[in-house]
């Protein structure tokens, strides 16, 4: 026997709506709308071919969700910039306030999503030799970072922003606590617990984590850092994965931040 569908549907799709068909039942379970015979014996359903964009869409769209509400909360973050001006402090609030939306975003999309981001949770992943293997390629990925820096710095009319080098001299603990423990942990639940084990529901694990890296380092709006954030976003995700949990990914995203913020010499 035969199905019989539609020519100008996808194999495997309702004629009607397009919906993935399911093999248990006779009739698409979107639009009602028969596609055999239910007389007919149960048959497999030709398994559906998407694209990866649709694949991303109809699986994981919780991702797109996931960055506008990021974007949303980030052009919050930057109003009292906008508001206070330069010399008012404004840039030290966008750091402060930064830290904080995202946090209160990543703990929305956490207790939204907690089935999926409980389980990237429920293991600490510190004692694992991954962790370690981790640990030291952060060592050379930090060095890189800051003789690329310093050379763009140099041969460029770039100028790095010292706000939170200002706010690290004036006030060290907030400093620690807005730049280095907030992003280590709300950043790893959004796109580590979150986006991430998400994208693998529609992609293969490369390319789920060479999107959310991709994602994870746009969000952070520096042009000429989106090639490091990107190989940063990538270390994070196969730590993520080889530990299966997050927990080792917060604790190099905050080893990270406090070695640039306080230990690597400064531009």
């Not at 990925?141 to 010292?162: C, G, M, Q, R, W």
């Not at 617990?193 to 959310?212: C, D, F, N």
């Not at 954030?229 to 080889?242: I, Q, R, Y």
Request: aromatic share 14%.
């Amino acid at each position: 026997m035969t199905i019989e569908l539609s020519k100008s549907s996808p194999s495997g799709c309702c004629p009607k709506c397009s919906a993935p068909l399911r093999p248990e039942i006779y009739f698409c379970p979107y639009c009602a709308e028969g596609w055999r015979n239910s007389e007919q014996g149960l048959e497999p359903t030709p398994e559906p071919v998407w694209d990866a964009e649709t694949r991303i869409r109809l699986r994981a769209g919780g991702a797109y969700e996931a960055c506008l509400l990021y974007l949303v909360a980030l052009f919050i973050a930057s109003l009292p910039h906008f508001i206070l001006g330069d010399q008012q402090g404004g840039r030290t609030w966008d750091v402060i306030l930064s830290a904080v939306c995202i946090g209160v975003a990543s703990l929305w999309i956490g207790f939204r999503n907690f089935p999926l981001v409980k389980e990237s949770l429920r293991l600490s992943g510190l004692v694992s030799p991954w962790f370690l293997l981790s640990a030291l390629m952060l060592v050379p990925l930090l060095a890189v970072n800051h003789f690329y820096h310093a050379l763009l710095l140099k041969e460029t009319s770039v100028v790095i922003d010292p706000s939170i080098y200002v706010l690290a001299d004036q006030h060290a603990w907030v400093a620690g606590l807005f730049v280095c423990v907030f992003p280590a942990v709300f950043e790893e639940l959004g796109f580590r617990s979150y986006v991430y084990p998400l994208l693998q529901r529609a992609l293969t694990p490369v390319w789920a984590a060479v999107i959310s890296s991709a994602l994870f380092a746009s969000l952070h709006f520096s042009f000429w850092s989106w090639p490091y954030l990107f190989s940063l976003g990538l270390l994070f995700a196969f730590t993520a994965t080889k530990c299966r949990s997050v927990w080792p990914c917060v604790a190099l995203h905050f080893a990270h931040n406090f070695a640039v913020l306080f230990l690597l010499p400064r531009y």
